[in-house]
C-alpha cells in the first residue's frame, strides 16, 4: 500500500506566497512515489490568505485547510496540523517559500533510511540582522547550558517527524509550548538537513523582535527549572559571603582587639548582618522553588516515558 505523506503549513498573512508555494510544492510531490495530502492552517490572517487557500482548495482535494478563530501563533498552528494530519510521516514547511520544496526528496530518504526524525538545520542566514544573530548566539547558549534538552543551533522547523513521533507529540497538553524544544525532547532517531534560505520574496517576517524575546523566556521557563533555582543559589552565595565577612569582623574587632585600627562603624557591622540576613531569605525562596519545580513538572503534564515501538505486545 502507498505510503501517506502529510505536508503541514501554518499560514499568517502570506496571500501573495500561497500561490507560489503550492505551485513549487505541488511539482515536487507529484513526481513521489507517495499519495500525499496538504494541510494549511490559518492562524488568523487578516488579509486575503483564506480565499487564497480557498481557491487552491477547490482545484485540489489534497489540500485540507484549518481555520483558526483568531491568531494563536505558529506553535499552536503546527500543533492542530499535527492533531488533525494522517500520513505515515509529516513534513513542515513555512508558508513565506523559505523552506525550499526542493528539498523534500532528501527528508524522505533520509526518512527511509532509518530517521524517526528528520531536522532543517540553516548553514548560512545573511538576512538576520545583527540584533537578531546576537541574540540567537546567546540564547542557544545558555538555554543549552540550562536545559537538560539540547537544542540545535539554527534549527529550524523545517522538519519530519515519523508518525511514531506525531503520535508521542499529541500526548503533550501543555499551553505556553516551544515546537522545536518539544520535539527534541522526545528522542528518537534523527538526521539532519543543511540548506541556506532563499531571499524573501512578498513577506516580512512575521515574528517580531519583541515576539522573539518572549518566545526565547518562554523557552527557558518551559524547557529548564533553572530561573526557578536562581534566588536560592543566590541566597547561598550572598549568605557564603556574608558569614565570611561578619565572622573576619567580629574575630577582628571583638577577639583580637581591632590590631589592624580598621574601626569599623556600627553601620557596617549592620550592613552586615542585613546582607547575611537577606542571603537565608533567599535560600529560603531558593527551597520553596525547589517545590514550585516539582509542581510546575506535574501541571505541564508531559508524557513520563517515551515508547518508539511494540512488538507482539
Known amino acids: 500500500m502507498e505510503k501517506l505523506i502529510s505536508y503541514l503549513i501554518p499560514v499568517y498573512n502570506e496571500e501573495k506566497n500561497i500561490p507560489l508555494l503550492y505551485d513549487n510544492l505541488k511539482k515536487t510531490v507529484s513526481g513521489l512515489d507517495f499519495d500525499h495530502e496538504i494541510i494549511f492552517v490559518n492562524d488568523g ?3 486575503n490568505s483564506n480565499q487564497e487557500l480557498t481557491n487552491i482548495s477547490r482545484q485540489d482535494e489534497k489540500i485540507k485547510i484549518i ?6 501563533g505558529k506553535e499552536i498552528a503546527l500543533t492542530a496540523g499535527l492533531h488533525h494530519c494522517h500520513g505515515d510521516a509529516c513534513i513542515l514547511l513555512d508558508a513565506d517559500l523559505q523552506h525550499p520544496p526542493e528539498l523534500i526528496p532528501q527528508f524522505l530518504d533520509k526518512w527511509q533510511n532509518g530517521a524517526e526524525i ?4 540553516r548553514d548560512n542566514n545573511n538576512q538576520k540582522t545583527f540584533i ?3 541574540g540567537s548566539y546567546f540564547f542557544y547558549k545558555i538555554i543549552n547550558k540550562i536545559s537538560e534538552t539540547q537544542i540545535i543551533p539554527d534549527s529550524t522547523d523545517y522538519r519530519l517527524l515519523d508518525r511514531v513521533v506525531i503520535s508521542e507529540f499529541c500526548r503533550f497538553t501543555e499551553r505556553n509550548r516551544i515546537f522545536r524544544g518539544l520535539i527534541d525532547w522526545l528522542g528518537f ?3 539532519y538537513i543543511y ?3 532563499p531571499e524573501r520574496i512578498n513577506s516580512k517576517p512575521s515574528y517580531s523582535l519583541l515576539k522573539l524575546i518572549k518566545l526565547a523566556l518562554s523557552s527557558f521557563i518551559s524547557l529548564s527549572l533553572m530561573p526557578l533555582k536562581i534566588a536560592g543559589y543566590l541566597g547561598i552565595l550572598i549568605t557564603l559571603i556574608a558569614g565570611m565577612i561578619g565572622s573576619f569582623i567580629l574575630a ?6 581591632d590590631p589592624w585600627q580598621m574601626n569599623f562603624s556600627g553601620s557596617a557591622i549592620l550592613a552586615v548582618i542585613t546582607l547575611f540576613l537577606v542571603g537565608i531569605i533567599l535560600s529560603c525562596l531558593g527551597l520553596i522553588a525547589l517545590y514550585i519545580a516539582h509542581i510546575h ?3 505541564i503534564n508531559r508524557p513520563i516515558y517515551v515508547i518508539r515501538r511494540k512488538e507482539n505486545f
Do not use: A
Not at 481555520?67 to 494563536?72: A, C, G, P
Not at 528528520?118 to 538545520?121: L, S
Open 132 to 134: 537578531k544573530k546576537t
Open 297 to 299: 513538572c506535574e501541571v
Open 252 to 257: 577582628e574587632k571583638y577577639i583580637l582587639n
Open 118 to 121: 528528520v531536522i532543517g538545520i
Open 189 to 191: 532517531k534523527r538526521d
Open 195 to 197: 540548506f541556506s534560505p
Open 67 to 72: 481555520e483558526f478563530s483568531r491568531n494563536f
Open 45 to 47: 490572517s487578516q488579509d
